[in-house]
């Protein structure tokens, strides 16, 4: 079965940078699209952006020009770039994935990213 270890979460303050990476093992095959959602207090959950394994993209609008998803398809692990971070990006982040070589979707735990001066 197929494991996601998420890292790279935080406390930084407003303009700062993190950068989140979700590692999929238990598969020999290459992760058709990998992406990440998340969720903060009091709001629904939302896709922040996707990445397929041909290089397509694609971002939430609130989070475009700012954050930047990255993949290394042989290692099946996707990261999140996130540059000049706004306290309303205060939230639990979520790495999701899916392809035909996966049984179903797999979800990660999750990895909390406060922004707070």
């Known amino acids: 079965q197929v494991q996601l270890t998420e890292s790279g979460g935080g406390l930084v303050q407003p303009g700062g940078s993190l950068r989140l990476s979700c590692a999929a093992s238990g598969t020999t095959f290459t992760i058709y699209v990998m992406g990440w959602y998340r969720q903060a207090p009091g709001k629904q959950r939302e896709l922040v952006t996707t990445m397929t394994s041909t290089g397509t993209t694609t971002y939430a609008d609130s989070v475009k020009g700012r954050f930047t998803i990255s993949r290394d398809n042989a290692k099946n692990t996707v990261y999140l770039q996130m540059n000049s971070l706004k306290p309303e990006d205060t939230a639990v982040y979520s790495c999701?994935?899916?392809?035909?070589?996966?049984?179903?979707?797999?979800w990660g735990q999750g990895t909390q990213v406060t922004v707070s001066s």
């Open positions: 999701h994935v899916d392809g035909d070589g996966l049984v179903r979707p797999y």
